[in-house]
């Protein structure tokens, strides 16, 4: 089944043959003509399974066809916003559409300035979007689709407020969308006041990919950062993201790795964008192999051939696990994952990390414990022995 199949336009066809995109994948297959047909929808769908494409190829169709004006399309961090803006100019890059993004840590004169030239399609945060609805330069009434991608992210770093504050000032008639790798209870209840009347699409089981191999490590904290080393000069070809839970920790390990001669860049929330954008283009364009980083910082991240996620802390939760790994094995191809499982040190252990002589002590220690056991002199239990108390018994004093 090929994308001529679901009806697009010629304009659309020609810049999918252009990103070789031959074949729609069973997320594109099921979610295009749902948008195409004016249908509400919940999706949940893995990393990397060809979501924005599929939402992406349905709204250009909907504008080519003027059966909508302007899209929204909220995602939860910068990186992701401008992924889905890229992929959206691909694919409508014969439309001549005016595709924005806009989020912090970039001037917002700027943005704008860009926005005064006309605007169909909206990629933003949900902080900054705000910011410029207060300054007059954007109008939320004016968009008759809405698209919450990675919802369960967004809400999961405390966005709900400000969603909200978004999704109340929307047109009463519109279309929406909520993507999320996940459906949990707080993502049913947003949508349920605010995508009416939904068709859900579930694809595939809460898993990773069958495309990605997950690998196990039992190892203890001392025995962490000799096992990366190991691991990442095994895979020197290879891009690796390695996964903290804290931007301290995250900053840590990329300064050992440069001291151990292994270039690694670190992403996390503390960087300006100037630099964060300098990190990715160097990861990217294989100028570094390595890139250590944050949950926060690596959501939305879509690096081509990506082939080794390494879980240096464990997630908190499942669902944070199906994102890391999901930035792998995307659209068919093959990735690996390798998860550091902590195992407790045993005493000795733990001694000889504290003490480099432990093990030179201990043994001298059993040597002179079981010297001095064979050189004890045997004492006789002579109190027990009849014979002998008769024998030795004092004389009674007679008076």
């Known amino acids: 089944m090929g994308f001529r199949t679901l009806g697009l336009s010629e304009k659309t066809l020609m810049a999918l043959s252009k990103l070789k995109y031959s074949k729609p994948t069973e997320v594109q297959q099921k979610v295009i003509p749902e948008i195409i047909a004016s249908h509400n929808l919940i999706v949940r769908s893995q990393t990397g399974t060809g979501k924005t494409a599929a939402f992406g190829i349905g709204i250009i169709e909907r504008l080519a066809h003027r059966t909508s004006k302007k899209a929204l399309i909220l995602t939860p961090t910068r990186e992701l916003a401008v992924q889905v803006c890229k992929e959206l100019q691909s694919i409508g890059q014969n439309h001549q559409f005016k595709i924005h993004v806009v989020y912090g ?82 993502i049913m209840r947003i949508s349920s006041k605010y995508v009416k009347h939904p068709k859900t699409i579930e694809i595939g089981d809460i898993r990773p990919a069958e495309t990605i191999k997950e690998e196990h490590v039992e190892i203890t904290d001392m025995e962490k950062f000799p096992k990366l080393v190991e691991i990442l000069n095994a895979h020197k070809n290879i891009k690796t993201l390695i996964f903290r839970e804290t931007k301290m920790g995250t900053t840590r390990l990329q300064e050992r790795l440069w001291h151990r001669g292994i270039k690694a860049g670190e992403l996390q929330g ?70 550091f499982i902590q195992r407790k040190q045993t005493l000795d252990e733990r001694m000889s990390d504290d003490h480099p002589d432990f093990a030179w ?7 002179y414990s079981k010297k001095s056991h064979d050189q004890q002199p045997r004492r006789e239990h002579r109190s027990h022995d009849r014979n002998y108390q008769q024998d030795h018994r004092k004389p009674r004093k007679r008076f």
């Open 105 to 186: 840590g970039q001037s917002i004169e700027n943005q704008i300035d860009n926005l005064r030239h006309g605007l169909d399609i909206l990629i933003a945060t949900p902080g900054r979007l705000l910011d410029l609805c207060r300054r007059g330069s954007v109008k939320i009434n004016e968009f008759d689709i809405i698209v919450l991608d990675e919802a369960d992210q967004m809400l999961d770093m405390g966005f709900l407020d400000e969603v909200t504050a978004i999704l109340d000032q929307l047109p009463q008639h519109r279309l929406g969308l909520l993507l999320s790798a996940t459906l949990d209870d707080s």
């Open 270 to 339: 503390d960087m300006s964008q100037a630099k964060r954008n300098k990190t990715l283009m160097d990861f990217k364009e294989g100028r570094i192999n390595v890139l250590v980083a944050t949950n926060v910082a690596a959501r939305g991240l879509h690096v081509d051939n990506l082939g080794l996620i390494i879980n240096y802390d464990k997630a908190q939760s499942e669902e944070v696990h199906l994102h890391r790994v999901g930035r792998t094995g995307r659209m068919g191809q093959e990735g690996k994952a390798i998860n």
């Open 361 to 367: 002590m201990k043994q001298g220690t059993e040597t």
